[in-house]
């Protein structure tokens, strides 16, 4: 990542005067805004065509009735099975003596459909395959080598629908998305169709036959049966071939199936039927034979093959898609749940562990100093000067007005409180401000805070103990949301318990803690200096600080039991700009600091564990954990609605699990987890979107300028809550 100079937060007021026409997007942005939209139309696009192509069937076996045939002309009803309905006259045909049409309904599949065919090959007996669109497109291989070996193929539409309870342009659609099918996987199209769900011409109804009508007008010419075998029942392969024999020398359409299950017994009845029909003196034969033709299909045109081709390509891409993202999910879901059980077993153990205090030693009373960088924070520095003021700890404060315009120097000032200064400095940005503060500080042990936090009492006495032991470094608070009134900082409030501070807890164990949040942390001045002290590399300057304090040797601790509440953003556009900020700024420190995975000692450690912990679950993890939401979806529309309700459920109670710990161990009441379902469904959204922008925004080498928050003020101290002495 390159490295910018530093901006200042605060713009230049525009001039006065004519108003400028806005210019148009940069390249830069236009990249962050578009190939976001075109993921997400390409994702939407699989998964439609995958889900579509994929919905699953009953199959012919659902609705097949013997009911007797009602409003049919009495010629059609007591006819043979093939029905031509094209002329104002419909006729039928019939299966002459000694004649059998073997047909074989819902294919291609990959694995039954073969094996039939090698069985009709090797006796060379022709077959008529009724196929569905769906099947086509997903194996178009598959069909490619029946039509090669001469087999004959009709339609028996896209998605397999009872087609009398469809509107006609749903049949159009059912009939025309097979014809594509048929051209891109072997360039033909076939006029033979088989409904699904029929059986007998004496089982048609009034409105089956209108839609024979129907079909017929649109050139279909129909193939009913005379014998089911019922193999879908599977009752054994000798039963089905019984089935199949015709009674006394008559001719017959056999009706089997290719697909929808297990066609073992099927393939075995073949076995047995056809040596037995030929030794009986049998012919076998086609639909288009009885008809008085040679074939019913025909070669499809140039546009139509490449129509075809297109259609074909997009459902294999989209079923390759669809695994691939299924297997993601698989790794997502397994990360997601194994980093809840690692934070609950570790957060217990945290908590349950005895610490040794402060390492033997006496406790630390010495005076603190404390930082505050201030640029126009004249809203927010009263609360927090006044709460610093009330610490039971000897503390300096200093406060660094950043260059400020709104008064915030002089606010401070005016308090007059005992033990406050006021350094003023030109804009030099956050890092610099802290710099001047670590420098002007009188004592070794420095607390850096925001000017919108402030302290409980014993904040800063207990965020000092660690430092007993002369290996610490630094120590990280405990950070809490102090403006939690509406839904958005309940929300942010639930993060925060739980997201960070369960990951703090984990982390301190660890010895791999990848921030110290600029909140709420204390310094040893010494391991400031061997850090560099504090860098304007980043946007996220308290993370780059807390990892080149890992590399310069120094341990840092997690305190959380010292509170500190922050001012959250308190709009989605002042939280998309925050969270924007850390996580490309947290970006920006991992690669500075990637080195480490190559070094010795404490940088070693951080680096081959800390920092591979960090890509998992605060990059790679959110990435993809979208797909549990969009997959969700998925299984709505196509897939099992209450299976995928009780899925998704099963996330969210895991992640209630651990909202519940997290807020068991923080002594903070269980009432807000009442907003963590709408959390997941609308604020997790918001947090993937930032964190995709965030990585296309380093994808593409633009430099995020810092942006400043606007602040409400709104911050309140609560009483401190019975917090369990860790």
């Given amino acids: 990542m390159r490295r910018r100079p530093d901006r200042s937060p605060d713009r230049p007021s525009r001039p006065s005067g004519p108003r400028r026409t806005r210019a148009p997007l940069a390249p830069r942005h236009r990249f962050r805004i578009v190939v976001p939209l075109v993921l997400l139309a390409f994702v939407a696009s699989v998964l439609l065509v995958e889900g579509y192509t994929t919905r699953g069937f009953a199959g012919d076996q659902e609705g097949r009735g013997g009911r007797p045939a009602t409003g049919v002309p009495r010629s059609i009803a007591d006819g043979g099975p093939v029905v031509d309905t094209a002329n104002d006259r419909p006729r039928t045909y019939r299966t002459p003596d000694k004649t059998v049409v073997l047909t074989f309904d819902d294919g291609p599949d990959p694995t039954w459909t073969p094996r039939i065919q090698a069985v009709l090959d090797r006796y060379g007996t022709p077959g008529t395959f009724f196929v569905t669109g769906q099947q086509t497109a997903r194996h178009p291989d598959v069909l490619r080598r029946v039509v090669r070996s001469g087999h004959e193929i009709g339609v028996h539409t896209f998605s397999h629908p009872d087609l009398t309870t469809r509107s006609a342009s749903d049949v159009d659609r059912e009939l025309s998305l097979t014809q594509l099918a048929l051209a ?132 294999t891409v989209s079923a390759t898609a669809v695994t691939a993202v299924s297997a993601l999910l698989l790794v997502v879901g397994s990360l997601v749940l194994a980093r809840c059980v690692l934070l609950i077993v570790l957060a217990r153990h945290h908590a349950r562990r005895r610490r040794p205090g402060p390492g033997g030693h006496r406790p630390v009373t010495r005076p603190v100093s404390v930082v505050i960088p201030a640029c126009n924070e004249r809203l927010c520095i009263p609360k927090t000067l006044r709460s610093l003021a009330a610490s039971d700890h000897p503390v300096e404060v200093i406060v660094v007005d950043d260059g400020s315009r709104d008064g915030t120097a002089d606010l401070a000032e005016s308090l007059a409180l005992e033990n406050v200064t006021v350094v003023r400095q030109p804009n030099g940005g956050k890092p610099a401000a802290l710099n001047t503060g670590v420098l002007r500080a009188s004592h070794d042990l420095v607390v850096m805070l925001d000017a919108d936090t402030v302290f409980a009492p014993s904040t800063i006495g207990r965020l000092v103990q660690p430092f007993a032991d002369p290996r610490v470094g630094a120590v990280a608070g405990n950070a809490k949301v102090g403006n939690r009134r509406r839904l958005l900082g309940r929300w942010q409030h639930i993060e925060y318990v739980m997201g960070f501070n369960l990951d703090r807890r984990m982390y301190d164990l660890l010895h791999c803690m990848p921030t110290i949040p600029g909140a709420v942390g204390a310094f040893r001045a010494e391991a400031l200096r061997d850090a560099g002290m504090v860098s304007a590399d980043t946007l996220a300057e308290d993370t780059d600080l807390t990892m080149a304090l890992h590399r310069a040797g120094w341990e840092i601790r997690y305190v959380p039991d010292a509170l500190a509440w922050t001012e959250a953003p308190s709009s989605l556009r002042e939280l998309w700009r925050q969270r924007y900020r850390w996580s490309y700024g947290t970006m920006q420190a991992a690669w500075k600091h990637r080195h480490a995975l190559l070094e010795r000692g404490p940088a070693g450690r951080f680096g081959r564990l800390g920092l591979p912990l960090l890509a998992v679950f605060q990059i790679f993890t959110p990435l993809l954990a979208p797909l549990i939401d969009i997959l969700a979806l998925y299984g709505l529309v196509f897939g099992n609605p209450l299976t995928t309700v009780l899925a998704w459920c099963g996330v969210l109670a895991v992640q209630a699990v651990c909202a519940a ?34 990585c296309l925004t380093a994808i593409n080498g633009y430099r995020l300028p810092w942006q400043r928050l606007k602040r409400s003020g709104d911050v309140v101290l609560p009483p401190q809550p019975s917090t369990r002495r860790t």
């Fill in 661 to 694: 710990y997290a807020f068991h161990l923080d002594g903070e009441r269980l009432r807000p987890l009442w907003a963590l379902p709408l959390q997941q469904v609308v604020y997790r959204q918001v947090m993937y979107l930032v964190l995709t922008q965030a």
């Fill in 184 to 315: 891109g996987a072997a360039g033909i199209h076939t006029s033979l169709m088989r409904m699904p769900y029929s059986s007998t011409p004496s089982a048609l109804d009034a409105p089956e036959w209108s839609l024979a009508r129907s079909l017929g007008e649109k050139g279909y010419v129909l193939a009913f049966i005379d014998q089911d075998t019922n193999d879908w029942r599977r009752p054994g392969a000798r039963e089905i071939a019984d089935a199949a024999t015709p009674a006394a020398g008559r001719g017959a359409v056999v009706l089997l199936h290719d697909a929808g299950g297990d066609r073992s017994q099927t393939v075995g009845a073949l076995e047995t039927l056809i040596p037995r029909l030929q030794a009986q003196g049998y012919r076998f034969t086609t639909i288009a034979d009885l008809v008085g033709t040679d074939t019913l299909t025909s070669p499809v045109d140039t546009a139509d093959l490449w129509s075809g081709r297109v259609f074909v390509a997009a459902v």
